[in-house]
Structure formats: C-alpha cells, structure tokens
C-alpha cells in the first residue's frame, strides 16, 4: 500500500457535519487505497472525542490545537505585510515540523491538500505529486463580504480577498492539479487565474443518500398543526447567519399573514446572538445544535435557502433534496447543482419570489418534487461516482506532464484594490 499526506484546516470528522462532509469523505476514500498520513487542525473543543475514530483510518497523524480567538489575533501580523491573513491564522510551527519529519521518513509521493490555507505546509514539496482541493474561491467569498460591511471592515475584507487570490494562483501555479467543488467554481477560476487553467478541474460534493433517506422513520420534533420551513447549518457562520435574518424579516411575515401554521425553524450549532434573537419574532424557532438533523427535515414542510451569499455547493440543499423534502432556493444557493428549476427545486430570486414559491408549496404540497429532487441526488451526487476524479488524478505519472508556465503578472489580470 503506498503512502499519500492528507493536509485539511479542520480535522475531517463527523461525516455529516457542514463543511466536514466532503474532507471526511475524502479521507475515508483515500484511506481504501493508501496508507494515509494526516495533519489537521482542531478548532473546536468538541472535536477531540473523534480523534481516535480518525486515527482508525490513518497511518500517521498530527492533530494540531487551533485556539480561533488567538489564530485572529496572531493574524494582525500579516498586515504588516503584502500576506494575506488566513495563512497566518493557520501558520503552526509543529504542524510544520511534522510535515518535514513525515516527508523525510516515509515514502510519500502524493500530497492531497484539504482548502488553499493548508498548501502553505506542503510548499516545498517539489518531488511530490501535489493536488490541491480548495473546495470554493475563498477569496471571492472575502470579496463578497466586502460588498456587505461598512468600513473598516470592508476594507480589510476586500485586502482580504486581493491578497488571497494572488496566493490562490500561485498555488494553482505550483500544484499538479487543483480541484473546486463544482464546474461553476472551476470556470471562475479558470477565469481569475488563466495561467493554470489546464490543470484545474472538479469534482461535485456527494450525499450519503442511505443515511439522508426517506425511508427512515424519525420522531417529530415539532408541534402538531404546525407548517414548518426548515434552514440547516452552521450557524455562526456569517452567509447563514445573514440568510436567516433576511428570511425572517423580509419573508416570513408575509407568508404568515396567508398561512398562520406556517414556522421557520432554523436548526445549527453555535447560533450567533443576532440568530438567538429572531426567535423573539413571531413564527421563528432556533434550536441550537442538534444530535441529528434528519427528524427536522423528514417532519419539515419543505426546506429553504436564501442565501445571498455563498460559493460552490450548498450541502444543505443536497441533503434536503436526498430527503425528498421541495426545497426553495436563492440563485446563489443553487449554484453548481444541476437540478431541474420548477420540476426538481424552486428558484427564488428576490423576497416576492419567496414568498409566492413558499405560499404555493405551503397550499399546494408537491410530492412529486421531492421524489424527483432524490432521484437527482442518486443520480448525479454519490460519493462513489464523484470521487473517481481524485483517483484518476492521483494515480497520473508523478512526473508533471508539461512544465508550468511562466509566472503571471499580477498587475495585468484585473485585480482590483
């Protein structure tokens, strides 16, 4: 069995867990066919009880503890700098030296790298085959922000996202192949970094369709006579955070004023205090972190997501479709899953749309959609089926196949400040 370093920002565990699902999936593929060494960080207290259950599928490991509130502070230091702050808010001596040991010990010809802020540990890793999976454009999703922050935020939001691409193509640069989590995320990148675009490419995230099955029996968790509009996710993370408020606020009193039964319960762990307080608005649940999300969107009259920002492939959309629930989606929401729109999910552009597409679903429920929205996840988003990409990558001849191309001036390639 031959040997291959696994790097990932956030240890890949549990496997159902927001944006752990595709590096637990990752490593759990990779664990059947190589001998996987693995570096992670844990950023989360509560992650430390899976750290034997990924150890199981490792060979060696390095488990980095990353305290969130010191990695900020620590990265105030790259200001200093032309250096974006999300390397050094993920800089570790020890992780680093781990690396080297690993490399200089073990016959490693493969590195697979886990989100853009991990390539900074495998950089002098030339004689290796290095892959790169940066899931989304993080420094678009920085860009973003900075259209919804007010100075100084938006400033450092928007440095952010400059300096973060410029590191992004260069990594794209130095890799033998770097990956995004849709062919829409693939195609941007292509276009922000052209000097790479032969050796960038996809892979779709995937759905345990068994466990995310329709046929499970779950208690119900809500009220009886009650209409429930689900929203799943992390929630102190700020794109969910700002599609909640926007919900509550700007949609649900008018599909209220139509359908009093209805409710919006918005189920994650770590809710923010601004999510904690839209329960004081009428119609509105916030549970908190739940032991299993299933009973929620089994018992849901349909699911939601009005994200107005986000980058690659929603998750939650793909669960609530494995589930056969209708979901109502943002654009933004539906970007990278193919999905027939008005047969398989429903767009929704603006808080009118919304309104209209949850009111209709609410007085006319569709079965038919939600049998159809499963029929695609089995069809287009298994973890088998995507994950082949990754094989086929890994198992190219370790040699590069052409050199990389000159370096790109930056200058020229309509970056903004």
């Known amino acids: 069995m031959q040997d291959i370093l696994f790097l990932s920002h956030r240890i890949p565990y549990p496997p159902n867990k927001g944006d752990k699902i595709r590096s637990y999936h990752l490593l759990k593929h990779l664990s059947e066919r190589y001998r996987v060494h693995l570096g992670t960080f844990v950023d989360d207290p509560d992650d430390w009880q899976h750290v034997d259950r990924v150890k199981a599928l490792c060979g060696e490991t390095h488990f980095a503890r990353l305290a969130p509130r010191t990695a900020r502070l620590r990265s105030l230091g790259a200001l200093a700098a032309q250096r974006p702050l999300t390397l050094d808010y993920y800089r570790n001596a020890g992780l680093r030296a781990w690396v080297a040991r690993v490399l200089h010990e073990l016959p490693v010809k493969r590195i697979l790298v886990f989100s853009s802020a991990m390539a900074q540990f495998a950089a002098r890793a030339e004689q290796t085959r290095r892959i790169v999976d940066f899931v989304d454009i993080d420094?678009?999703?920085?860009?973003?922000?900075?259209?919804?922050?007010?100075?100084?935020?938006?400033?450092?939001?928007?440095?952010?996202?400059?300096?973060?691409?410029?590191?992004?193509?260069?990594?794209?640069?130095?890799?033998?192949?770097?990956?995004?989590?849709?062919?829409?995320?693939?195609?941007?990148?292509?276009?922000?970094?052209?000097?790479?675009?032969?050796?960038?490419?996809?892979?779709?995230?995937?759905?345990?369709?068994?466990?995310?099955?329709?046929?499970?029996?779950?208690?119900d968790p809500y009220p009886k006579d009650e209409a429930h509009l689900v929203f799943t996710g992390a929630m102190d993370y700020w794109p969910n955070v700002d599609a909640v408020q926007?919900?509550?606020?700007?949609?649900?009193?008018?599909?209220?004023?139509?359908?009093?039964?209805?409710?919006?319960?918005?189920?994650?762990?770590?809710?923010?205090?601004?999510?904690?307080?839209?329960?004081?608005?009428?119609?509105?649940?916030?549970?908190?972190?739940?032991?299993?999300?299933?009973?929620?969107?089994?018992?849901?009259?349909?699911?939601?997501?009005?994200?107005?920002?986000?980058r690659g492939i929603q998750n939650k959309v793909l669960e609530a479709?494995?589930?056969?629930?209708?979901?109502?989606?943002?654009a933004q929401a539906l970007e990278g899953i193919a999905a027939g729109i008005g047969t398989e999910v429903v767009l929704a552009r603006d808080s009118a749309e919304f309104i209209g597409a949850v009111l209709t679903l609410l007085q006319q429920p569709r079965d038919t959609m939600g049998e159809a929205a499963r029929t695609r996840v089995l069809a287009d988003y298994t973890w088998e089926r995507n994950l082949a990409v990754v094989d086929e990558l890994l198992d190219a001849d370790p040699r590069r196949a052409a050199a990389a191309p000159p370096a790109a001036t930056l200058a020229t390639t309509g970056e903004t400040a």
């Open 139 to 219: 420094s678009d999703k920085w860009l973003q922000y900075a259209e919804k922050k007010p100075w100084p935020m938006n400033w450092l939001y928007r440095r952010e996202g400059r300096l973060l691409l410029r590191y992004e193509r260069q990594v794209a640069q130095d890799f033998d192949a770097s990956l995004f989590v849709s062919q829409a995320e693939s195609d941007l990148f292509k276009r922000l970094a052209p000097e790479s675009a032969a050796r960038i490419g996809y892979f779709n995230n995937g759905v345990d369709t068994e466990y995310f099955s329709p046929a499970h029996s779950h208690p």
């Open 246 to 310: 926007w919900f509550a606020r700007e949609v649900l009193p008018a599909v209220l004023a139509q359908f009093p039964a209805a409710r919006f319960s918005i189920v994650g762990a770590r809710p923010t205090a601004a999510v904690r307080a839209l329960a004081a608005l009428h119609g509105v649940q916030v549970t908190g972190a739940v032991p299993d999300v299933r009973p929620y969107l089994a018992h849901a009259r349909l699911a939601v997501a009005p994200l107005r920002i986000a």
């Open 321 to 330: 479709m494995a589930m056969a629930k209708p979901v109502v989606a943002s």
